[in-house]
T-cell receptor
Framework: ETAVFQTPNYHVTQVGNEVSFNCKQT?????MYWYKQDSKKLLKIMFS???????VNETVPRRFSPQSSDKAHLNLRIKSVEPEDSAVYLC??????????FGPGTRLTVL | GQQVQQSPTSLVLQEGENAELQCNFS?????MQWFYQRPGGSLISVFY???GTKQSGRLTSTTVIKERRSSLHISSSQITDSGTYLC???????????FGTGTSLLVDP
């Protein structure tokens, strides 16, 4: 099956903890993305990588750090979570700047 | 200001009615994409439409890049069409999508 896969589906944690989300795509794409969807359902870009190189970093707090081991994987680490980090984190991939395909998302709840 | 404006914000239809969703862009764009999302569900790409008209079953998308607008037409709506429809644009190979706030569609039996 070719698609975008994310783990975990859900994660509940407390303020100050570190969390890590994984994303893998089997579509053979060169570009991967992380988006954040807040409680009002608004989607905003966080990062994009092209061939393991960071291309876009949209004024994301420094506690967020993307990690790309190869062009099929793009993970997201949050060093010390805060309540406003509660959201759904969506990973996507595309062939260069073409059509984007999204994973199922990881819902983070920070208590 | 909001670069991608969608209308209407919400829409209620009786099953079988048609719907027209609009998306307007305040800046020039290279391409745009329509997505469908169920509550708690993932984003499903409905159309990738740099320009022109595309049809898939009961859905038709028309994008006019020069006029910075796109529309999504749903004909003979079904209950299963209920959900949120999002449009997004990409500017000049910018490696990111800018999303609108979505249209929430409810189709009643």
């Amino acid at each position: 099956e070719t698609a975008v896969f994310q783990t975990p589906n859900y994660h509940v944690t407390q303020v100050g903890n570190e969390v890590s989300f994984n994303c893998k795509q089997t579509l053979g794409h060169d570009t991967m993305y992380w988006y954040k969807q807040d409680s009002k359902k608004l989607l905003k870009i966080m990062f994009s990588y092209n061939n393991k190189q960071l291309i876009v970093n949209e004024t994301v707090p420094r506690r967020f750090s993307p990690q790309s081991s190869d062009k099929a994987h793009l993970n997201l680490r949050i060093k010390s979570v805060e309540p406003e980090d509660s959201a759904v984190y969506l990973c996507a991939s595309s062939s260069d700047w073409g059509e984007q395909y999204f994973g199922p998302g990881t819902r983070l709840t920070v208590l | 200001g909001q670069q991608v404006q969608q209308s209407p914000t919400s829409l209620v239809l009786q099953e079988g009615e048609n719907a027209e969703l609009q998306c307007n862009f305040s800046t020039s764009l290279n391409s745009m994409q329509w997505f469908y999302q169920r509550p708690g569900g993932s984003l499903i790409s409905v159309f990738y439409n740099p320009s022109g008209t595309k049809q898939s079953g009961r859905l038709t998308s028309t994008t006019v890049i020069k006029e910075r607008r796109s529309s999504l037409h749903i004909s003979s709506s079904q209950i299963t069409d209920s959900g949120t429809y999002l449009c997004a644009m990409e500017r000049d190979m910018g490696y990111k999508l800018t999303f609108g706030t979505g249209t929430s569609l409810l189709v009643d039996p």
